[in-house]
């Protein structure tokens, strides 16, 4: 099979470990493509691809032009809105994305902040460098566990039910949040289901893992935060989107409720923004999920999906694109900083 391969903004050595890039390099044929020559490039050989590693638009023209095309994977790991979906539903291509690679990498950091946030560590460790540590019960003023708690999900795909299975040691009580997925599937994956304002108002710890979308966007505002018990915690990891940074900013900074986050409405997100003053939040720099082992974990999964492919097989390893949800998701796209 003939690869376009144009992996920008992510790498060769990126998203492939050695191994698994001589693999792809023995088994396929590789047109290698660069920024300068991109658009000939694209030209000369999308007649002959049959498979795009590309985040660049596939839109009816592009499709048109590329008559063997079987497969588009976008290995920035976002269904992006550059890609005429419906032509590609019509014409059996396979629009697919790794993103699943990032679930266990995400959630071990938000059971990290998690416990960050109920036991005050980032903060402890900031006081004792100015020598202002507090010892023993002194310290622990509005500690708290999370074993035994009450913990809310909102969504439940590939995040949500990574961050459930971090969770299984501490006998949580598990509730979630996913207009999206019926309640029988939320009762054999052994958790509650829960409207929004419910599980607000009865959890201790939120998690936000849900995707961004046309529907969804600032959902959670200041009168859903206003619902949340005081002081407890709310773990945003998903997308920034989702949620109204200042009805956040204002919750925590007036000590109502404690947050962290990993995700910005922009980014990198600008040094003197009145967010990062704000007291009861911690910060991540959106690298809960950049770790290598996920990275290169993108390389694997696209080539056990190419290879079934090539076997007359449906792909099985990536998320594939629905025609019923993906034009309705908005995730921001990556970029080089």
Not at 121 to 136: K, M
Not at 281 to 301: C, Q
């Amino acid at each position: 099979m003939k690869i376009l391969f144009d992996p920008d903004p992510r790498t060769e050595d990126e998203i492939f470990s050695a191994a698994d890039n001589r693999l792809f390099r023995e088994s396929y044929e590789i047109v290698e493509v660069n920024a300068e020559s991109r658009a000939e490039v694209y030209r000369r050989n999308l007649p002959s691809t049959h498979i795009a590693i590309s985040q660049q638009p596939f839109g009816k023209t592009e499709l048109m032009r590329a008559k063997r095309l079987r497969a588009i994977f976008n290995v920035e790991t976002n269904f992006l809105q550059n890609v005429d979906y419906e032509e590609c539903f019509r014409r059996g291509i396979h629009v697919l994305t790794p993103g699943s690679v990032f679930a266990v990498p995400v959630a071990e950091m938000a059971l990290g902040m998690a416990l960050s946030l109920a036991r005050g560590i980032h903060t402890g460790h900031a006081d004792f460098l100015v020598g202002s540590e507090q010892y023993g019960l002194d310290g622990n003023a509005d500690a708290e566990l999370l074993t035994g708690a009450n913990v809310g999900i909102i969504g439940f795909g590939d995040l949500g039910r990574a961050v459930r299975r971090a969770l299984l040691g501490f006998n949580a009580n598990i509730r979630v949040y996913d207009p999206w997925l019926p309640s029988g599937i939320l009762e054999r994956e052994g958790v509650q289901p829960m409207d929004l304002g419910d599980l607000l108002a009865d959890s201790r710890f939120v998690f936000v893992t849900a995707s961004a979308t046309s529907e969804n966007q600032k959902f959670l505002g200041a009168r859903e935060i206003s619902k949340m018990r005081c002081k407890s915690m709310l773990i945003l990891l998903s997308r920034a989107a989702v949620a109204d940074f200042d009805a956040l900013r204002d919750a925590a900074d007036s000590g109502r409720i404690r947050v962290a986050t990993d995700v910005y409405p922009e980014e990198p997100f600008p040094k003197f923004h009145p967010l990062r003053k704000a007291k009861g939040i911690l910060f991540s720099a959106h690298r809960a999920g950049a770790v290598p082992s996920a990275l290169t974990g993108i390389g694997r999964l696209v080539l056990e999906d190419m290879e079934m492919i090539a076997r007359g097989l449906p792909p099985f390893s990536c998320r594939r694109a629905e025609r019923e949800t993906v034009g309705r998701l908005q995730s921001m796209p990556i970029s080089r900083t």
